[in-house]
């Protein structure tokens, strides 16, 4: 029985192999077998698809090869795999096949990612999420008898693109199905207004908007998942999530979490909601036409001086339609259908030429890393600096060199909790090294700066990335623990 298998399995090889050659033959590729003429010199020339060996994430990215038959034999089957530290870059193949002597054979193979657009189109791209990064590749050669020429290496660098930031503000508002007070009480459908603004400096893509609840029984989500792709720096997205507290909803909270999410750049925040379930509630005046509101008036999200500042009119009185009346505001309607309440005593005024400036009380730190510009050392260590500030307080800021903590700081106790900076060296070991910054304001919202850097040999030459996270520093765990 062995041996049958053993000749099905033979006869399964040689059809599998006579198809590649053919398919090759098709590409120009002689793979015929040959016979063993001897060794022959080869002249190798690696280059990439981009100048100076150097590309922006998201952007077309290859690796070139040219091989020369520099000597008098014929060289059979050869090939070449990439062999590098970043996975992405990792073993792709190369194939030229026979090269006769004064022959010269090209093969260029994509090092980004391959995907067909709604055209059946081939588009080969690096990921758009790649930080800034320096990497080696080692192209490693075979050769059907044994005559295979040296392994040669190039140093490539990919600039990161500009992140966007996501600032953003939440107003739940019973402007569905219930009393319209702005107090959501069991038995109304509100909806959530999530006002989103790119404060970074580049552009979102693939963009989500997302509720979930989190609060099991009792809270039916009615619209959940939204699309708002590519927000510009400085622009504005609102969407409307609607929910439903049924009547047999037992708690005194609805807990909700939002997010927003770029699929492409994996820039994301998210953040837990709790929504106050009132016991009762009064019924609002029913009021018409217009309303126009002084410089300086406030707009909350409910009729009390203490519920959340949605924004605040300048440059001039701003006029806008009334709805209702209770205990001493007005309930106004915004742009996007949006419902707030304005104080009656900031309803009556005159003039126009104002504007309602927005409130955004959701905002991750603004987090500023300088490595120096240089991302290859041949230093055990690189020095980093920067700063982090933010609207309501910056908490902490710490550093990863891969998966080990390198560095901490409480902001507790300082002067100026809205602000920090930093200063240290991290340390390296050889090969690509993943550093990694984050400032928070809780453990909700936080900003987070990623780089790679390589560290070099002495003598310039590539070094091995340790492949396990008690060799991150070249230093094995216990030794570390004896210190």
């Given at each position: 029985?062995?041996?049958?298998?053993?000749?099905?399995?033979?006869?399964?090889?040689?059809?599998?192999?006579?198809?590649?050659?053919?398919?090759?033959?098709?590409?120009?590729?002689?793979?015929?077998?040959?016979?063993?003429?001897?060794?022959?010199?080869?002249?190798?020339?690696?280059?990439?698809?981009?100048?100076?060996?150097?590309?922006?994430?998201?952007?077309?990215?290859?690796?070139?090869?040219?091989?020369?038959?520099?000597?008098?034999?014929?060289?059979?089957?050869?090939?070449?795999?990439?062999?590098?530290?970043?996975?992405?870059?990792?073993?792709?193949?190369?194939?030229?096949?026979?090269?006769?002597?004064?022959?010269?054979?090209?093969?260029?193979?994509?090092?980004?990612?391959?995907?067909?657009?709604?055209?059946?189109?081939?588009?080969?791209?690096?990921?758009?999420?790649?930080?800034?990064?320096?990497?080696?590749?080692?192209?490693?050669?075979?050769?059907?008898?044994?005559?295979?020429?040296?392994?040669?290496?190039?140093?490539?660098?990919?600039?990161?693109?500009?992140?966007?930031?996501?600032?953003?503000?939440?107003?739940?508002?019973?402007?569905?199905?219930?009393?319209?007070?702005?107090?959501?009480?069991?038995?109304?459908?509100?909806?959530?207004?999530?006002?989103?603004?790119?404060?970074?400096?580049?552009?979102?893509?693939?963009?989500?908007?997302?509720?979930?609840n989190l609060s099991g029984r009792g809270i039916v989500l009615t619209a959940g998942?939204?699309?708002?792709?590519?927000?510009?720096?400085?622009?504005?997205?609102?969407?409307?999530?609607?929910?439903?507290?049924?009547?047999?909803?037992?708690?005194?909270?609805?807990?909700?979490?939002?997010?927003?999410?770029?699929?492409?750049?994996?820039?994301?925040?998210?953040?837990?909601?709790?929504?106050?379930?009132?016991?009762?509630?009064?019924?609002?005046?029913?009021?018409?036409?217009?309303?126009?509101?002084?410089?300086?008036?406030?707009?909350?999200?409910?009729?009390?001086?203490?519920?959340?500042?949605?924004?605040?009119?300048?440059?001039?009185?701003?006029?806008?339609?009334?709805?209702?009346?209770?205990?001493?505001?007005?309930?106004?309607?915004?742009?996007?259908?949006?419902?707030?309440?304005?104080?009656?005593?900031?309803?009556?005024?005159?003039?126009?030429?104002?504007?309602?400036?927005?409130?955004?009380?959701?905002?991750?730190?603004?987090?500023?890393?300088?490595?120096?510009?240089?991302?290859?050392?041949?230093?055990?260590?690189?020095?980093?600096?920067?700063?982090a500030r933010d609207d309501q307080r910056v908490r902490d800021l710490y550093v990863?060199?891969?998966?080990?903590?390198?560095?901490?700081?409480?902001?507790?106790?300082?002067?100026?909790?809205?602000?920090?900076?930093?200063?240290?060296?991290?340390?390296?070991?050889?090969?690509?090294?993943?550093?990694?910054?984050?400032?928070?304001?809780?453990?909700?919202?936080?900003?987070?700066?990623?780089?790679?850097?390589?560290?070099?040999?002495?003598?310039?030459?590539?070094?091995?990335?340790?492949?396990?996270?008690?060799?991150?520093?070249?230093?094995?765990?216990?030794?570390?623990?004896?210190?």
């Open positions: 029985m062995l041996a049958d298998a053993s000749n099905v399995i033979g006869e399964v090889s040689e059809r599998e192999m006579n198809r590649a050659i053919a398919d090759l033959r098709r590409l120009g590729v002689d793979w015929s077998e040959g016979t063993d003429q001897g060794p022959s010199t080869v002249d190798v020339q690696v280059s990439t698809t981009n100048p100076n060996d150097r590309a922006n994430a998201g952007d077309p990215f290859g690796l070139k090869v040219r091989v020369t038959n520099t000597g008098d034999k014929p060289l059979f089957r050869l090939r070449a795999v990439t062999d590098s530290a970043y996975r992405l870059f990792d073993d792709r193949e190369l194939v030229f096949g026979r090269l006769n002597p004064g022959e010269s054979r090209e093969w260029t193979t994509t090092l980004g990612v391959c995907e067909t657009d709604d055209d059946d189109q081939r588009q080969c791209r690096l990921p758009k999420d790649m930080p800034d990064r320096a990497d080696g590749i080692k192209v490693v050669f075979q050769e059907e008898h044994g005559h295979a020429p040296q392994t040669v290496e190039i140093r490539t660098q990919v600039e990161a693109l500009p992140r966007p930031q996501f600032a953003y503000s939440v107003h739940v508002a019973d402007d569905i199905e219930g009393n319209g007070d702005g107090r959501l009480q069991r038995g109304e459908k509100a909806s959530l207004f999530l006002r989103v603004k790119n404060v970074g400096e580049g552009q979102s893509y693939e963009t989500h908007a997302n509720l979930r998942r939204f699309r708002i792709d590519d927000i510009a720096p400085g622009d504005e997205r609102v969407v409307r999530f609607s929910f439903e507290v049924l009547d047999d909803f037992e708690r005194d909270q609805a807990k909700l979490e939002i997010s927003v999410i770029d699929a492409d750049l994996r820039e994301s925040v998210n953040e837990n909601v709790e929504v106050p379930i009132a016991s009762g509630g009064g019924q609002p005046n029913r009021r018409s036409g217009r309303v126009t509101l002084a410089d300086g008036a406030e707009v909350r999200a409910a009729p009390d001086a203490n519920a959340a500042l949605l924004g605040r009119v300048s440059g001039g009185a701003l006029a806008v339609p009334a709805e209702a009346e209770l205990g001493g505001f007005v309930r106004v309607q915004l742009s996007d259908e949006e419902p707030g309440w304005v104080a009656t005593d900031s309803a009556n005024a005159r003039g126009r030429g104002g504007q309602l400036n927005r409130t955004y009380d959701h905002m991750p730190p603004e987090l500023h890393v300088e490595h120096g510009g240089e991302l290859v050392t041949r230093d055990d260590s690189i020095r980093i600096r920067g700063n990863y060199a891969g998966s080990q903590k390198v560095y901490y700081d409480s902001n507790e106790g300082n002067g100026e909790s809205r602000a920090m900076s930093f200063d240290t060296e991290v340390p390296l070991h050889g090969g690509i090294n993943y550093v990694t910054v984050f400032a928070r304001e809780s453990d909700e919202v936080v900003s987070r700066r990623l780089f790679v850097v390589r560290r070099d040999a002495p003598d310039g030459s590539l070094m091995e990335t340790p492949r396990h996270d008690d060799q991150l520093f070249g230093v094995p765990v216990e030794r570390e623990q004896e210190d």
